[in-house]
Nanobody
Framework: VQLQASGGGLVQAGGSLRLSCAASGRTFNVNAAGWFRRAPGKGREFVAAIRWSGDRTHYADFVKGRFTISRDNAKNTWYLQMNNLKFEDTAVYYC????????????WGPGTQVTVSS
């Protein structure tokens, strides 16, 4: 499975961005699509996940009400709509694919930088 993320950039606090992650290759062995991030000087942290079918989602507490994960099955692509961005959301965002039940992710895309100016 190959993943390619896009949509990062520079935005002012309170603004919005939408990240996209396109999957290609053999995706029959994965059933979860997720987003993670790594802020400067910090470890990687979970942001959001969606089951491959799109019927279940899971969010980190710090993004609830601000970020929305969605999936387009026809395009094998998932998205992270980020609204009301805060300075502390500045990070490299990574998309990943894996197993919904264990929340273990085997496949990772290259990161996309999101910078929020205060």
């Amino acid at each position: 499975v190959q993943l390619q993320a896009s949509g990062g950039g520079l935005v002012q606090a309170g603004g919005s961005l939408r990240l996209s992650c396109a999957a290609s290759g053999r995706t029959f062995n994965v059933n979860a699509a997720g987003w993670f991030r790594r802020a400067p000087g910090k470890g990687r942290e979970f942001v959001a996940a969606i089951r491959w079918s799109g019927d279940r989602t899971h969010y980190a507490d710090f993004v609830k009400g601000r970020f929305t994960i969605s999936r387009d099955n026809a395009k094998n692509t998932w998205y992270l709509q980020m609204n009301n961005l805060k300075f502390e959301d500045t990070a490299v965002y990574y998309c990943a694919a894996g197993d919904w039940n264990s929340q273990y992710y085997d496949y990772w895309g290259p990161g996309t930088q999101v910078t929020v100016s205060s």
